[in-house]
């Protein structure tokens, strides 16, 4: 009998997780279910049958200062990672974003696995660090599956290989969200104010963030004393959100799953979220929000000094316009002081955030939203090299 066709899927985030899950998904649509999967990854990987071979929140730090102190560790599970392939011998092995990790992967199996195809999926920031960092991928990877349509070129000048297959968030539902099921469920007036505050999806973010959020929602309570804040969170930091939230000075309400993040998405009236995948939900939600992100000083320090780090944006939809649709607050920037009135600007005036959803509305139509599936492209993408590569 033999085996059915085995991909070996590796993420090392939320954001990487949900990618995963719906490449996992559309694999198995394409295949008839005559996949199996192993590798690494977290909740929606294992919703499509992934037994994650360790922990995916292990690997879920940002940040030179936060990955210092773990650096054995991670290097460890390279290794135990590197192990699990040579014993499964997969037909493919598709590592996602988290470069830092699956590239030691990769290069691994460069050495160790040349027979196996080595696809990456989602392309590094190259704008915005050094562009010879595209040689580096190029020198390790066979294929690279791009979320953005003009990033392709930037790596194929090196010889690598790479398909742009669009961004799976604008297949996410984000935008088919119940507000008014969710303000009946939880007990929130139809007339009250409503802020979705998204602190981020890492322990090292989350603990950044958290102060700033608690310092944000003491100014906003002043003016808004009736506002009510929605907390979407995820297992990797969910106990440490709750923690926190429940010494808030506002009613705090905290979800845990996709359906009550998005019906919680249409009931907002404004949104603060860090930087990341979740904005862009937030924009295909239609939802104005506030975006903010801080790293350690050392961290911001080596990024801006030794490693070229240059970008005009944070966020995707402020990217694609060219203009700050979503207001960002960033390191230095990223206080109360600030962040408080760009929230409180949004729940006084209608008229701005109508603005706003149109301008989010015609980011996501650049983005992709309403053409054919990132992610069954992905999985055909990933079919068809397979069948490539076993082409004599």
């Known amino acids: 009998m033999t085996r059915p066709l085995t991909i070996y899927v590796i993420a090392g985030e939320p954001s990487g997780d949900l990618l995963g899950g719906r490449l996992m998904a559309g694999l198995k649509a394409r295949t008839a279910g005559e996949v199996a999967f192993a590798g690494i990854g977290g909740e929606s990987m294992r919703a499509e049958g992934l037994e994650s071979l360790f922990p995916m929140a292990e690997l879920t730090v940002m940040g030179l200062v936060e990955v210092l102190p773990r650096v054995p560790r991670i290097l460890r599970r390279v290794r135990e990672t590197l192990d699990d392939i040579a014993a499964k011998q997969p037909d493919a092995i598709v590592t996602i974003d988290s470069w830092g990790f699956t590239g030691r992967v990769q290069k691994g199996c460069q ?229 408080a009135p760009a929230i409180a600007a949004f729940l006084d005036d209608f008229g701005d955030r109508a603005a706003r959803r149109a301008d989010m509305a015609e980011a996501m139509r650049l983005l992709g939203y309403g053409g054919p599936s990132p992610s069954d492209r992905a999985a055909a993408t990933v079919l068809d090299f397979i069948a490539e590569r076993r082409t004599p």
């Not at 915005?128 to 690279?144: H, I, N």
Request: hydrophobic share 50%; proline share 7%; charged share 20%.
């Open 111 to 339: 050495s160790r696995f040349p027979h196996i195809p080595r696809i990456h999926y989602v392309a590094p920031m190259v704008w915005a660090w050094k562009p010879k960092r595209t040689k580096k991928l190029a020198a390790v990877l066979d294929l690279l599956m791009t979320l953005l349509p003009f990033e392709p070129e930037w790596f194929e000048k090196d010889g690598l290989r790479s398909v742009h297959v669009g961004h799976p968030v604008v297949e996410s539902g984000a935008e088919r969200g119940d507000g008014a099921a969710f303000r009946l469920r939880h007990g929130i007036a139809a007339d009250a104010p409503v802020l979705v505050a998204l602190p981020g999806s890492r322990m090292s973010e989350t603990g950044r963030l958290l102060p700033l959020f608690v310092e944000t929602l003491a100014r906003l309570a002043e003016r808004f004393p009736d506002l009510v804040v929605v907390v979407p969170t995820v297992e990797t930091v969910a106990v440490t959100v709750r923690a926190a939230a429940a010494h808030w000075p506002l009613r705090a309400i905290i979800v845990d799953n996709r359906t009550e993040k998005y019906d919680a998405f249409a009931a907002g009236t404004a949104g603060l979220a860090a930087s990341g995948t979740v904005a862009l939900e937030l924009a295909l939600a239609g939802l104005p929000s506030v975006v903010v992100y801080r790293v350690s000083a050392l961290t911001a320090f080596v990024a801006r000094r030794f490693m070229g780090f240059k970008i005009k944006w944070a966020t995707l939809v402020n990217m694609v316009l060219d203009r700050a649709v979503m207001p960002e607050f960033l390191q230095e920037e990223c206080r109360a002081d600030q962040v």
